[in-house]
């Protein structure tokens, strides 16, 4: 297994050192902040693009793919869903022409084998699939 190294708080000159790194996978949270790390993101050799689409989130991700819908490269983004809720996948694809996939359990065990393993101080991951509102309150 390959370590994992974090970087928090990354400037565009950071970023731009570590993608040009020889790591497998970088994965970049750009949040809220995407649109000033657009240039870092579109930089990436694979982009995917991971959210929620429960109807209360739903506007965000579909304000995101408009936001990019005339990038060139975006019909080979990876588009995933934490809740892959079936109306908002329908109309992502109806609207955008993208294809949005829900996490795979393969992928979810690998992730968890990695970070219990790699991430000094972690010995548990936790995956919560309660939908909302009745998982509103969050605990820790």
């Given at each position: 297994?390959?370590?994992?190294?974090?970087?928090?708080?990354s400037d565009e000159a950071e970023l731009?050192?570590?993608?040009?790194?020889?790591?497998?996978?970088?994965?970049?949270?750009y949040g809220c902040d995407f649109v000033k790390n657009k240039k870092s993101f579109l930089m990436c050799?694979?982009?995917?693009?991971?959210?929620?689409?429960?109807?209360?989130?739903l506007?965000?991700?579909?304000?995101?793919?408009?936001?990019?819908?005339?990038e060139k490269s975006l019909k080979h983004w990876l588009f995933m869903a934490t809740s892959p809720v079936k109306?908002?996948?329908?109309?992502?694809?109806?609207?955008?022409?993208?294809?949005?996939?829900?996490i795979p359990y393969e992928l979810l065990h690998k992730i968890t084998d990695r970070i219990t393993h790699e991430v000094e101080g972690i010995n548990r991951v936790l995956y919560d699939l309660t939908p909302k509102p009745i998982g509103t309150i969050e605990w820790e």
């Open positions: 297994l390959n370590l994992i190294t974090l970087y928090t708080e731009s050192e570590v993608i040009s790194m020889e790591y497998d996978y970088v994965i970049v949270d050799p694979h982009k995917i693009v991971i959210g929620s689409l429960a109807w209360w989130k506007q965000n991700y579909v304000a995101f793919v408009a936001n990019n819908s005339a109306e908002g996948i329908r109309y992502l694809n109806r609207e955008f022409k993208i294809e949005v996939e829900e």
